[in-house]
């Protein structure tokens, strides 16, 4: 079936540090990737849409220059968590949907739990 | 504004028993629905999903019902197995491989 890997699946940094995730599709391409957050004991909350080749989509409230996304290829996005506070400390995880994927369901990485000291 | 809503945070069966998970929207424009299992610290896995034209969809043990009038679903799991211990959500989008929005969840335990 269709894999999603996420990396890495744990950072423990200190504030202000800029922190990358990567998230890929094994073994198929995803036009559209989606990046999501949750704190603990709440659900998903999606906070932008990664489209290759073109802008991100921010949900309202994300902020774009905090939280760059970059989808450069058709398995590969990253989610840039810059000058990270203690209040982003979270659980990330992305989501791929792929080509033609009309009544296929989104995929999901491992998630990655960042903690900002 | 919670459009997808689990009013259940909690639910215990005993093995071998019916599971049935419940889920409410709001948003008319919803048209897929799907339903993940989740355990701490991973991502959701993909258990079944139903689209709008249908009413039911069945694979092995998970059944998942769509009432589009009353803009509810349930998620029936019969037989329940321990293994089946977990938080499930399910979530909902306005057309397969648009962005989710997923309920608040419902943990799952069942007793051996």
């Known amino acids: 079936g269709a894999v999603v890997s996420q990396h890495p699946s744990w950072v423990i940094c200190k504030s202000g540090t800029s922190v990358k995730i990567e998230c890929r599709s094994l073994?198929?391409?995803?036009?559209?990737m989606f990046w999501y957050r949750q704190f603990p004991k709440q659900s998903l909350m999606l906070m932008a849409t990664?489209?290759?080749?073109?802008?991100?989509?921010?949900e309202q409230g994300v902020e774009k220059d905090k939280f760059l996304i970059n989808h450069a290829s058709l398995t590969l996005s990253t989610l840039t968590v810059t000058s990270a506070h203690p209040e982003d400390s979270s659980f990330y995880i992305c989501?791929?949907?792929?080509?033609?994927?009309?009544?296929?369901?989104?995929?999901f990485g491992d998630g990655t739990r960042l903690s900002i000291l | 504004d919670q459009q997808v809503k689990q009013n259940s945070p909690s639910l215990s069966v005993q093995e071998g028993r019916i599971s049935i998970l419940n889920c409410d929207y709001t948003n008319s424009m919803f048209d897929y629905f799907l339903w993940y299992k989740k355990y701490p610290a991973e991502g959701p896995t993909f258990l079944i999903s139903i689209s709008s034209i249908k009413d039911k969809n069945e694979d092995g043990r998970f059944t998942v019902f769509l009432n589009k009038s009353a803009k509810h679903l349930s998620l029936h799991i019969v037989p329940s197995q321990p293994g089946d211990s977990a938080v499930y959500f399910c979530a909902a989008s306005e057309s397969s491989g648009d962005k989710l929005t997923f309920g608040t969840g419902t943990r799952l335990a069942v007793r051996p």
């Open positions: 989501s791929a949907g792929g080509l033609g994927s009309w009544g296929q369901p989104q995929h």
């Open positions: 073994d198929f391409q995803a036009t559209t």
């Open positions: 990664s489209n290759e080749g073109s802008k991100a989509t921010y």
